[in-house]
């Protein structure tokens, strides 16, 4: 089955840094790959996908993310980190039959 | 399009009782999905549906849980009766099946119901 680990359940960054989120997955096959963003009290929202392509996927609100098939590794990443950005991130797969698995969450914390 | 739709927003009610929470996904979104979101468990699928099928219901959590789609922008998500470990945030979310060129498998989140079972 497919699967993705998000390997830690929080990270912390000073505003104005460089952030990474990360995340790892596990398929057969070729990966359709996603970033989700939840903000408080709202529902997730999507930054972004990899389906076949360019390595580098560019996303919502300044985000993009690298696949690396070697690795089999989905990394979230912003060149500079905003305060508005603190949110919980969600890596997920598709699964088959068009079913979404997530990742368990990592919550940001930029800090000002 | 004002994107999913679920009502209510919050919901308290006492163990013991009935709750059905409601859904009203895109416009041409031919998939519709139910989560439950605990600080425990993380984000769960608990059932999902295909042009108002129901696909897969292995995340259902037991019999006293139950989910209708009788139309294309309708689905409920019933619990019947409910207890406190229920207490959670449920999310309905739709899409596009994969073989849509405008773009599928992004599922697009309501702003879910926050259900406190007492």
């Known amino acids: 089955a497919q699967s993705v680990a998000q390997p830690e359940d929080q990270v912390n960054v000073a505003e104005g840094n460089p952030l990474t989120v990360k995340c790892t997955y596990s398929?057969?096959?070729?990966?359709?790959l996603f970033w989700y963003v939840q903000y408080p009290n709202r529902g997730l929202q999507f930054l972004l996908k990899?389906?076949?392509?360019?390595?580098l996927v560019k996303g919502s609100y300044g985000f993009e993310a690298e696949f690396n098939k070697s690795q089999t590794s989905f990394h979230l990443k912003k060149p500079s980190a905003l305060v508005s950005d603190s949110a919980l991130y969600f890596c997920?797969?598709?699964?088959?039959?068009?079913?979404?698995?997530f990742g368990k969450g990592t919550r940001l914390h930029i800090l000002p | 399009d004002a994107g999913v739709i679920q009502s209510p927003r919050h919901e308290v009610t006492e163990m013991g009782q009935e709750v059905t929470l409601r859904c009203k996904p895109i416009?041409?979104?031919?998939?519709l999905f139910w989560y439950r979101q605990t600080m425990m468990r993380g984000l769960e699928l608990l059932i999902y549906?295909?042009?108002?099928?129901?696909?897969?219901d292995s995340g259902m959590p037991e019999d006293r849980f139950s989910a209708k789609m009788p139309n294309a922008s309708f689905s409920t998500l019933k619990i019947q009766p409910s207890e406190p470990r229920d207490s959670a945030v449920y999310f309905c979310?739709?899409?596009?099946?994969?073989?849509?060129?405008?773009?599928?498998?992004?599922?697009?989140f309501g702003p879910g119901t926050r259900l406190l079972v007492l």
């Open positions: 979310a739709s899409s596009l099946g994969s073989g849509s060129l405008a773009g599928g498998e992004t599922q697009y």
């Open positions: 398929v057969s096959g070729n990966p359709y």
């Open positions: 990899y389906i076949t392509g360019d390595n």
């Open positions: 997920a797969v598709r699964d088959i039959d068009d079913k979404i698995i």
């Open positions: 416009s041409g979104h031919d998939y």
């Open positions: 549906f295909n042009n108002n099928v129901p696909i897969d």
